[in-house]
Protein backbone atom coordinates (compact mmCIF):
# COMPACT_ATOMS: atom_id res chain seq x y z
CA UNK A 1 0.00 0.00 0.00
CA UNK A 2 1.49 3.60 -0.96
CA UNK A 3 1.06 5.85 1.66
CA UNK A 4 1.01 9.99 0.81
CA UNK A 5 2.49 10.59 4.30
CA UNK A 6 4.60 8.39 6.71
CA UNK A 7 3.58 9.67 10.23
CA UNK A 8 5.79 7.74 13.27
CA UNK A 9 5.11 7.94 16.81
CA UNK A 10 8.49 8.17 18.72
CA UNK A 11 8.94 7.34 22.36
CA UNK A 12 11.64 8.17 24.85
CA UNK A 13 11.23 7.14 28.71
CA UNK A 14 15.27 6.13 29.53
CA UNK A 15 15.89 8.56 32.30
CA UNK A 16 13.60 10.94 33.48
CA UNK A 17 11.86 12.45 30.93
CA UNK A 18 8.57 10.74 29.51
CA UNK A 19 8.81 12.04 25.82
CA UNK A 20 6.81 11.40 22.68
CA UNK A 21 6.97 13.07 19.20
CA UNK A 22 4.98 12.63 15.81
CA UNK A 23 6.77 13.10 12.79
CA UNK A 24 5.96 13.28 8.98
CA UNK A 25 8.86 12.58 6.31
CA UNK A 26 11.55 13.73 8.85
CA UNK A 27 9.54 17.29 9.67
CA UNK A 28 8.33 17.82 13.61
CA UNK A 29 4.70 17.71 14.02
CA UNK A 30 4.69 17.41 18.21
CA UNK A 31 7.60 17.02 20.66
CA UNK A 32 6.08 16.59 23.89
CA UNK A 33 8.43 15.78 27.52
CA UNK A 34 6.99 15.39 30.80
CA UNK A 35 9.79 16.23 33.24
CA UNK A 36 10.24 14.63 36.24
CA UNK A 37 11.22 17.01 38.83
CA UNK A 38 10.37 15.09 42.02
CA UNK A 39 14.50 14.01 41.52
CA UNK A 40 15.13 17.93 42.47
CA UNK A 41 14.80 16.96 46.47
CA UNK A 42 17.28 14.13 45.47
CA UNK A 43 20.10 16.11 43.92
CA UNK A 44 19.81 13.47 40.84
CA UNK A 45 18.05 10.59 39.08
CA UNK A 46 16.02 7.99 41.75
CA UNK A 47 15.67 5.14 39.51
CA UNK A 48 12.77 3.72 41.17
CA UNK A 49 10.97 7.35 41.13
CA UNK A 50 11.33 7.52 37.59
CA UNK A 51 10.33 4.28 36.40
CA UNK A 52 6.62 5.24 38.44
CA UNK A 53 6.34 8.63 37.25
CA UNK A 54 6.93 7.28 33.22
CA UNK A 55 3.98 5.05 33.96
CA UNK A 56 2.09 7.84 35.00
CA UNK A 57 3.39 10.35 32.33
CA UNK A 58 3.53 7.88 29.53
CA UNK A 59 -0.77 7.70 28.51
CA UNK A 60 -0.93 11.27 28.70
CA UNK A 61 2.18 11.74 27.08
CA UNK A 62 1.76 10.42 23.97
CA UNK A 63 -1.90 11.40 23.64
CA UNK A 64 -0.75 15.04 23.85
CA UNK A 65 2.04 14.13 20.88
CA UNK A 66 -0.65 12.59 18.66
CA UNK A 67 -3.49 15.71 19.30
CA UNK A 68 -0.61 18.69 18.92
CA UNK A 69 0.61 17.00 16.10
CA UNK A 70 -3.64 16.70 14.40
CA UNK A 71 -2.59 12.83 13.96
CA UNK A 72 -5.26 9.69 14.60
CA UNK A 73 -3.43 6.60 15.89
CA UNK A 74 -4.91 4.80 12.92
CA UNK A 75 -2.63 7.08 10.72
CA UNK A 76 0.72 5.93 11.86
CA UNK A 77 2.55 4.14 9.99
CA UNK A 78 4.91 2.69 13.32
CA UNK A 79 6.12 2.92 16.56
CA UNK A 80 9.80 3.81 17.27
CA UNK A 81 10.73 3.65 20.74
CA UNK A 82 14.00 4.10 22.98
CA UNK A 83 15.38 0.34 23.30
CA UNK A 84 18.65 1.31 26.14
CA UNK A 85 20.81 2.49 26.56
CA UNK A 86 19.29 3.69 30.11
CA UNK A 87 17.87 2.78 33.22
CA UNK A 88 16.25 -0.49 32.85
CA UNK A 89 13.20 0.49 35.05
CA UNK A 90 12.44 3.71 32.67
CA UNK A 91 13.40 1.86 29.65
CA UNK A 92 10.98 -0.97 30.38
CA UNK A 93 7.60 1.40 30.19
CA UNK A 94 8.33 3.12 26.90
CA UNK A 95 9.46 -0.67 25.38
CA UNK A 96 6.49 -2.12 26.69
CA UNK A 97 3.96 0.65 26.12
CA UNK A 98 5.68 1.27 22.54
CA UNK A 99 5.07 -2.44 21.85
CA UNK A 100 1.76 -2.74 22.99
CA UNK A 101 0.61 -0.01 20.52
CA UNK A 102 2.55 -1.58 17.64
CA UNK A 103 0.83 -4.56 18.31
CA UNK A 104 -2.54 -3.10 18.79
CA UNK A 105 -2.64 -0.91 15.49
CA UNK A 106 -0.67 -3.85 13.80
CA UNK A 107 1.54 -1.84 12.57
CA UNK A 108 5.66 -2.07 12.63
CA UNK A 109 7.66 -1.66 15.92
CA UNK A 110 10.91 -0.19 15.55
CA UNK A 111 13.75 0.07 17.89
CA UNK A 112 15.97 2.83 18.64
CA UNK A 113 19.38 3.21 20.48
CA UNK A 114 19.38 6.57 22.42
CA UNK A 115 23.05 7.33 21.53
CA UNK A 116 22.44 6.89 18.37
CA UNK A 117 19.14 9.17 18.62
CA UNK A 118 21.16 11.80 19.94
CA UNK A 119 23.63 12.10 16.96
CA UNK A 120 20.89 11.50 14.00
CA UNK A 121 18.65 14.39 15.97
CA UNK A 122 20.81 16.55 13.81
CA UNK A 123 18.81 15.34 10.49
CA UNK A 124 15.64 16.71 11.90
CA UNK A 125 14.22 19.35 9.64
CA UNK A 126 14.12 22.49 10.94
CA UNK A 127 14.30 26.05 9.74
CA UNK A 128 17.71 27.42 10.21
CA UNK A 129 19.35 24.77 10.75
CA UNK A 130 21.56 22.91 8.42
CA UNK A 131 22.28 18.74 8.22
CA UNK A 132 25.87 17.63 8.11
CA UNK A 133 27.35 15.69 5.47
CA UNK A 134 29.14 12.26 6.00
CA UNK A 135 31.54 11.66 7.34
CA UNK A 136 31.42 13.87 10.53
CA UNK A 137 32.49 13.47 13.98
CA UNK A 138 29.78 13.91 16.67
CA UNK A 139 30.34 14.53 20.32
CA UNK A 140 27.50 13.53 22.65
CA UNK A 141 27.80 15.30 26.12
CA UNK A 142 25.27 14.64 28.59
CA UNK A 143 24.11 13.86 32.20
CA UNK A 144 24.32 10.01 31.01
CA UNK A 145 27.25 10.23 28.12
CA UNK A 146 30.29 11.42 26.76
CA UNK A 147 31.36 9.61 23.75
CA UNK A 148 32.75 10.81 20.08
CA UNK A 149 31.81 8.85 17.15
CA UNK A 150 32.55 9.01 13.90
CA UNK A 151 29.49 8.66 11.75
CA UNK A 152 29.79 7.24 8.39
CA UNK A 153 26.62 7.24 7.42
CA UNK A 154 23.23 6.73 9.27
CA UNK A 155 23.92 3.34 10.89
CA UNK A 156 27.23 3.08 10.04
CA UNK A 157 28.86 4.89 13.51
CA UNK A 158 31.60 3.81 15.49
CA UNK A 159 32.54 5.00 19.12
CA UNK A 160 36.38 6.62 19.56
CA UNK A 161 36.42 7.94 22.26
CA UNK A 162 34.07 7.94 25.50
CA UNK A 163 34.20 8.79 29.29
CA UNK A 164 36.07 6.17 31.46
CA UNK A 165 34.08 7.19 34.64
CA UNK A 166 31.81 10.34 35.00
CA UNK A 167 29.91 11.86 32.01
CA UNK A 168 30.44 15.39 31.54
CA UNK A 169 27.02 16.66 32.63
CA UNK A 170 27.99 15.22 35.77
CA UNK A 171 30.89 16.30 36.13
CA UNK A 172 28.42 19.93 35.97
CA UNK A 173 26.04 18.48 38.32
CA UNK A 174 28.91 17.37 41.22
CA UNK A 175 30.96 20.61 40.86
CA UNK A 176 27.46 22.33 41.35
CA UNK A 177 26.40 20.10 43.98
CA UNK A 178 29.79 20.48 45.88
CA UNK A 179 28.74 24.78 45.93
CA UNK A 180 25.01 24.08 47.03
CA UNK A 181 23.50 25.07 43.29
CA UNK A 182 19.99 23.12 43.09
CA UNK A 183 20.24 19.59 40.21
CA UNK A 184 20.76 19.61 37.64
CA UNK A 185 23.43 22.23 38.70
CA UNK A 186 24.67 22.50 34.44
CA UNK A 187 22.63 25.41 33.82
CA UNK A 188 22.79 27.49 36.73
CA UNK A 189 26.97 27.27 35.89
CA UNK A 190 26.49 28.09 32.69
CA UNK A 191 24.68 31.10 33.63
CA UNK A 192 27.44 32.54 36.49
CA UNK A 193 30.05 31.61 34.26
CA UNK A 194 29.15 34.07 31.88
CA UNK A 195 29.47 36.30 34.84
CA UNK A 196 32.97 35.23 36.28
CA UNK A 197 36.75 34.82 35.26
CA UNK A 198 37.45 31.67 33.99
CA UNK A 199 41.08 31.99 34.91
CA UNK A 200 40.66 32.93 38.47
CA UNK A 201 41.20 29.54 39.81
CA UNK A 202 43.15 26.83 37.79
CA UNK A 203 42.13 23.40 38.13
CA UNK A 204 44.47 20.64 36.62
CA UNK A 205 43.15 18.15 32.97
CA UNK A 206 43.72 14.95 33.35
CA UNK A 207 45.64 13.16 31.42
CA UNK A 208 43.99 10.30 29.60
CA UNK A 209 45.30 8.56 26.94
CA UNK A 210 44.18 8.49 23.39
CA UNK A 211 40.48 10.20 22.99
CA UNK A 212 38.98 8.73 26.05
CA UNK A 213 37.83 11.27 28.36
CA UNK A 214 37.75 11.72 32.81
CA UNK A 215 35.81 13.76 35.10
CA UNK A 216 36.08 12.04 38.26
CA UNK A 217 39.67 13.73 39.00
CA UNK A 218 38.71 17.10 38.24
CA UNK A 219 35.31 16.47 41.03
CA UNK A 220 37.75 15.60 43.78
CA UNK A 221 40.05 18.37 42.85
CA UNK A 222 36.97 20.86 42.89
CA UNK A 223 36.21 19.19 46.57
CA UNK A 224 39.43 19.60 48.40
CA UNK A 225 39.74 23.18 46.18
CA UNK A 226 36.35 23.62 48.40
CA UNK A 227 37.52 22.46 51.23
CA UNK A 228 40.89 24.27 51.67
CA UNK A 229 39.04 27.76 51.13
CA UNK A 230 36.46 27.78 53.15
CA UNK A 231 38.70 26.07 56.14
CA UNK A 232 40.55 29.86 55.97
CA UNK A 233 37.14 31.72 54.83
CA UNK A 234 33.84 30.35 55.57
CA UNK A 235 31.92 32.50 52.71
CA UNK A 236 34.74 31.83 50.31
CA UNK A 237 31.50 30.01 47.83
CA UNK A 238 29.32 32.93 48.52
CA UNK A 239 31.95 35.75 47.50
CA UNK A 240 33.38 33.86 44.66
CA UNK A 241 30.61 32.10 42.81
CA UNK A 242 31.10 33.12 39.58
CA UNK A 243 33.91 32.75 39.55
CA UNK A 244 34.34 29.52 40.88
CA UNK A 245 31.93 28.42 38.07
CA UNK A 246 33.76 30.80 35.55
CA UNK A 247 37.17 28.48 36.20
CA UNK A 248 34.71 24.83 36.08
CA UNK A 249 33.25 25.41 33.13
CA UNK A 250 36.52 26.31 31.25
CA UNK A 251 38.27 23.99 32.59
CA UNK A 252 35.81 21.30 31.33
CA UNK A 253 35.14 22.61 28.00
CA UNK A 254 39.11 22.80 27.65
CA UNK A 255 38.84 19.08 28.20
CA UNK A 256 36.55 18.69 25.51
CA UNK A 257 38.26 20.81 23.00
CA UNK A 258 41.34 18.96 23.46
CA UNK A 259 39.91 15.77 22.97
CA UNK A 260 38.05 17.27 19.95
CA UNK A 261 41.22 18.68 18.49
CA UNK A 262 42.69 15.24 18.45
CA UNK A 263 40.07 13.30 17.18
CA UNK A 264 40.08 15.97 14.14
CA UNK A 265 43.93 15.37 14.14
CA UNK A 266 43.19 11.57 13.73
CA UNK A 267 40.64 11.00 11.50
CA UNK A 268 40.98 14.07 8.96
CA UNK A 269 37.58 14.80 9.72
CA UNK A 270 36.89 18.50 10.74
CA UNK A 271 32.89 18.25 9.86
CA UNK A 272 31.78 18.68 14.06
CA UNK A 273 28.29 17.79 15.51
CA UNK A 274 27.00 18.12 19.15
CA UNK A 275 24.03 17.04 20.90
CA UNK A 276 23.43 15.92 24.59
CA UNK A 277 22.23 18.72 27.56
CA UNK A 278 25.41 19.81 27.46
CA UNK A 279 25.63 21.10 24.45
CA UNK A 280 22.77 23.56 25.24
CA UNK A 281 26.22 25.46 27.09
CA UNK A 282 27.54 28.42 26.06
CA UNK A 283 31.06 27.72 26.45
CA UNK A 284 31.00 24.79 24.21
CA UNK A 285 28.76 26.45 21.67
CA UNK A 286 31.18 29.18 21.76
CA UNK A 287 34.37 27.07 21.69
CA UNK A 288 32.69 25.40 18.19
CA UNK A 289 32.28 28.93 16.47
CA UNK A 290 35.76 29.95 17.55
CA UNK A 291 36.95 26.75 15.92
CA UNK A 292 34.97 27.60 12.94
CA UNK A 293 37.16 30.55 12.42
CA UNK A 294 40.57 29.62 13.62
CA UNK A 295 40.93 26.36 12.45
CA UNK A 296 38.28 26.51 9.48
CA UNK A 297 35.68 23.83 11.00
CA UNK A 298 32.32 23.17 10.05
CA UNK A 299 30.13 22.76 13.45
CA UNK A 300 26.67 21.80 13.54
CA UNK A 301 24.84 22.42 16.74
CA UNK A 302 20.80 20.92 17.58
CA UNK A 303 18.19 23.08 18.26
CA UNK A 304 17.71 23.80 21.69
CA UNK A 305 14.80 21.44 21.85
CA UNK A 306 16.64 18.48 20.35
CA UNK A 307 19.98 18.60 22.52
CA UNK A 308 18.15 17.15 25.96
CA UNK A 309 16.71 14.01 25.83
CA UNK A 310 13.25 14.40 23.54
CA UNK A 311 11.23 11.58 21.75
CA UNK A 312 11.69 13.56 18.21
CA UNK A 313 14.94 12.25 18.23
CA UNK A 314 13.73 8.91 18.84
CA UNK A 315 11.04 9.31 15.74
CA UNK A 316 13.52 11.11 13.21
CA UNK A 317 15.61 7.30 13.69
CA UNK A 318 12.28 5.50 13.52
CA UNK A 319 11.73 6.89 10.16
CA UNK A 320 14.71 6.77 8.83
CA UNK A 321 14.83 3.08 10.18
CA UNK A 322 11.36 2.96 8.37
CA UNK A 323 12.84 3.45 4.76
CA UNK A 324 15.10 0.94 5.35
CA UNK A 325 12.45 -2.18 6.57
CA UNK A 326 14.23 -2.33 9.71
CA UNK A 327 11.88 -3.69 12.03
CA UNK A 328 11.74 -4.77 15.50
CA UNK A 329 9.66 -8.21 16.62
CA UNK A 330 7.49 -8.07 19.60
CA UNK A 331 10.44 -10.45 21.33
CA UNK A 332 12.68 -7.10 21.89
CA UNK A 333 13.26 -6.18 25.79
CA UNK A 334 14.53 -3.61 26.50
CA UNK A 335 18.32 -3.25 27.19
CA UNK A 336 20.22 -1.25 29.52
CA UNK A 337 23.58 -1.58 28.33
CA UNK A 338 22.96 -1.07 24.53
CA UNK A 339 26.56 -0.37 22.53
CA UNK A 340 26.64 1.94 19.39
O1 LIG B 1 20.68 14.99 27.66
P1 LIG B 1 20.19 15.30 29.02
O2 LIG B 1 18.91 16.07 29.16
O3 LIG B 1 19.94 13.99 29.84
C1 LIG B 1 20.83 12.95 29.89
O4 LIG B 1 20.74 12.06 29.00
O5 LIG B 1 21.66 12.98 30.80
O6 LIG B 1 21.37 16.05 29.78
C2 LIG B 1 21.25 16.55 31.07
C3 LIG B 1 22.59 17.14 31.49
C4 LIG B 1 22.64 17.54 32.96
O7 LIG B 1 23.82 17.02 33.51
C5 LIG B 1 22.67 19.06 32.91
O8 LIG B 1 23.35 19.64 33.99
C6 LIG B 1 23.39 19.31 31.61
O9 LIG B 1 22.88 18.33 30.73
N1 LIG B 1 23.13 20.65 31.07
C7 LIG B 1 24.07 21.60 30.99
C8 LIG B 1 23.44 22.74 30.45
N2 LIG B 1 22.12 22.44 30.21
C9 LIG B 1 21.96 21.14 30.60
N3 LIG B 1 25.37 21.59 31.32
C10 LIG B 1 26.06 22.70 31.12
N4 LIG B 1 25.52 23.84 30.62
C11 LIG B 1 24.22 23.90 30.27
N5 LIG B 1 23.72 25.04 29.76
ZN1 LIG C 1 20.47 11.36 26.44
Known sequence: MLREKTYILGIESSCDDTAAAVLCDGKILSNVIANQSIHQAYGGVVPELASRAHQQNIVPVVHQALKQAGVSKDQLAAVAFTRGPGLMGSLLVGTSFAKSMAMGLQIPLIEVNHMQAHILAHFIQKEGYKQPHFPFLAMTISGGHTQIVEVKDYFDMRVIGETIDDAVGEAFDKSGKLLGLGYPAGPEIDKRAALGNPKAFHFTKPKVKGLDFS????????????????????????????????????????????????????????????????????????????????????????????TTDNAAMIAIVGYLKFLNNDFTSQGTTATARLKL
Not at 241 to 249: F, G, R, V, W
Not at 283 to 293: D, S, V, W
Open 215 to 306: FSGLKTAILYFIQKNTATNPDFIKENLNDICASIQYTIIGILMDKLKKAVQETKINRIAIGGGVSANSGIRQALKQAEHQLGWETFVPAFEF
